[in-house]
């Protein structure tokens, strides 16, 4: 399967500031997924990013807030922001290896985000 | 639209006694299953998953999962846990949505192994 490298693995912001989450993998992959993984929470998709076309996003989340590049079949970024309290969470990057999901989703280790 | 229900959120056991936990879907199409966990500290690892064929699914460390289409279930289960699998485990349900796949999580189950 895919190895995922994921950073930064955790950092601490401020108010209104923006953060960028870099994920590399080291294959190939068509689709990459970001998540959000509020406290007491479980996974929530907020967009799908395949390299060359614009990410499509799932309901509540917008690109303004969540803007995501996808320049290669390896890399992707995912920003957060403009940020509040309210978006401290691990955000989680995921990858569906090219023969399709038969061989399960893997995820990177997470960035926790803490903002003050 | 998907969804998946873990119906235990906090589960405490001691160890060599049996586990299950419970999953249940929602979605009208051909379904693929998953069980991940987390172990403290770390991040999701796949457990198992079922897509096809024997509707009883084995996974690594002695996991294993059944899936009933007719209960819409798909439980995990381990014969006798050990203090090593405490960590938090992840039902997920991967479906079409828009045209495209997406994978949809459960709220997880947290187990607890005492030694």
């Known amino acids: 399967s895919a190895v995922i490298s994921q950073k930064p693995s955790r950092d601490i912001c401020q108010r209104g500031t923006s953060l960028t989450i870099q994920c590399q993998v080291d294959?190939?992959?068509?689709?990459m997924f970001w998540y959000r993984q509020q406290p007491g929470q479980s996974l929530t998709l907020i967009a799908t990013?395949?390299?060359?076309?614009?990410?499509?996003?799932e309901s509540g989340f917008v690109i303004d807030k969540f803007p995501i590049s996808r320049p290669n079949l390896t890399f992707s970024t995912l920003t957060v922001s403009n940020m509040s309290p309210e978006d401290s969470s691990i955000y989680l990057c995921?990858?569906?290896?090219?023969?399709?999901?038969?061989?399960?989703?893997?995820f990177g280790s997470g960035t926790r985000l803490t903002v003050v | 639209a998907q969804s998946v229900s873990q119906h235990n959120h906090h589960v405490i056991l001691s160890e060599a006694a049996s586990l299950e936990l419970g999953c249940n879907y929602s979605?009208?199409?051909?379904?693929?299953l998953f069980w991940y966990v987390q172990y403290p500290g770390q991040h999701l690892q796949l457990l198992l998953k079922?897509?096809?064929?024997?509707?009883l699914v084995k996974g690594i460390k002695g996991f294993e999962a059944e899936f009933i289409k007719s209960k819409f279930s798909f439980n995990l289960r381990k014969p006798s846990v050990q203090w090593s699998d405490t960590a938090e485990y992840f039902c997920?349900?991967?479906?079409?949505?828009?045209?495209?796949?997406?994978?949809?999580f459960g709220i997880g189950t947290k187990l607890q192994v005492i030694p």
């Open positions: 294959s190939q992959v068509t689709m």
């Open positions: 997920a349900v991967l479906g079409d949505s828009g045209g495209y796949q997406k994978v949809t």
């Open positions: 979605y009208g199409g051909t379904v693929n």
């Open positions: 079922y897509f096809s064929g024997d509707p």
């Open positions: 990013a395949n390299q060359g076309s614009e990410a499509t996003y």
């Open positions: 995921s990858v569906r290896p090219g023969t399709g999901g038969i061989y399960g989703y893997t």
